[in-house]
């Protein structure tokens, strides 16, 4: 009993980042725009969210300085991707080799420093209660957030008028210029959001999952991230159940190692990788119309002068 719960405990915890990573960058590619850059918004978030913990003491203004960071970045691409009309592509992957320069900039005054992780919710008698006290009520405020932001994110989408406008700004943009959308604002907003979201994953790392910070130390999540968006075929609700699978499969592959499985470690370690393949290719090859993708993804949108 108590080794299922600190597995489940685990992969709550390898998954949370993905799963934040990924809804923001559900809605930036709803709005019809690719950012190939979440990976280097996640690391310069951990870099500026231990950074603000470490000078702070507080975890809360290390989440916001994660978020910050996102953002300021996500508003780089976004200037030169839709407000230059650069392609989305060769930006996205700019941005993350920006993002992981300046992460190592940011972040090597702080190498070998420790914080205090983010507290975990503790109820009297119900934190207690075995094997599903501390899974239901005894997580930190990341992990309940990250839920928390996919049924928002659900509900803004197929609940409310601005998540259709959205949508159909994703789906075709020409038309909904033509009823007078402001597209570029949409989109800009839709990546701005999808950078704060990169960033509060990024310090999710060393505010929660470790207490302290190394460089690369988001180690690919970023592009699992992207892989996930494929994988809920641009659904939230899906989301969460590829966010806990690919976190079940990083986990595991550690368990296994310590049980002394007869497989190169190496292997092991790049388990996560290789299932992130195999999932894209297997929804590629089942994928034989209808797709929910926006119709216009990876195209730029520039009004009439």
């Not at 002394?260 to 092991?268: C, D, E, L, T, Y």
Request: with cysteine.
């Amino acid at each position: 009993m108590g080794l299922l719960e600190a597995i489940i405990l685990a992969v709550l915890a390898a998954s949370t980042p993905l799963l934040i990573a990924a809804t923001g960058e559900l809605v930036t590619e709803r709005a019809g725009v690719l950012n190939l850059g979440v990976e280097g918004m996640m690391i310069v978030g951990a870099a500026c969210g231990f950074g603000g913990a470490w000078l702070t003491g507080s975890t809360m203004i290390g989440a916001l300085c994660g978020i910050a960071a996102g953002t300021l970045l996500s508003l780089i691409f976004a200037m030169m991707a839709l407000g230059l009309a650069v392609n989305q592509v060769a930006t996205g992957l700019a941005l993350t080799i920006l993002g992981v320069g300046l992460s190592g900039l940011i972040g090597a005054r702080f190498v070998g420093e420790r914080i205090t992780t983010a507290p975990h919710l503790h109820i009297p008698g119900f934190t207690d209660i075995p094997l599903v006290g501390r899974i239901l009520f005894g997580e930190d405020a990341f992990v309940y957030f990250s839920l928390a932001l996919v049924v928002g994110v659900w509900l803004f989408l197929y609940r409310t008028r601005a998540g259709l406008v959205l949508r159909a700004v994703g789906d075709n943009h020409v038309s909904a210029h033509a009823l007078g959308y402001p597209v570029l604002r949409i989109r800009m907003l839709a990546v701005m959001f999808g950078g704060a979201c990169a960033g509060l994953a990024g310090a999710y790392l060393p505010l929660a999952y470790t207490p302290f910070f190394i460089p690369g130390m988001t180690a690919g999540r970023g592009w699992i991230a992207l892989a996930l968006v494929v994988f809920s075929s641009w659904r939230p609700a899906r989301l969460v159940i590829g966010a806990y699978l690919f976190g079940a499969v990083t986990i595991l592959q550690l368990h296994a190692q310590g049980w002394g499985v007869g497989i190169p470690s190496q292997f092991m370690s790049a388990l996560p990788y290789l299932a992130t393949i195999i999932v894209l290719v297997l929804i590629s090859r089942a994928r034989t119309g209808g797709s929910t993708a926006p119709a216009s993804l990876g195209t730029i949108f520039v009004p009439d002068r």
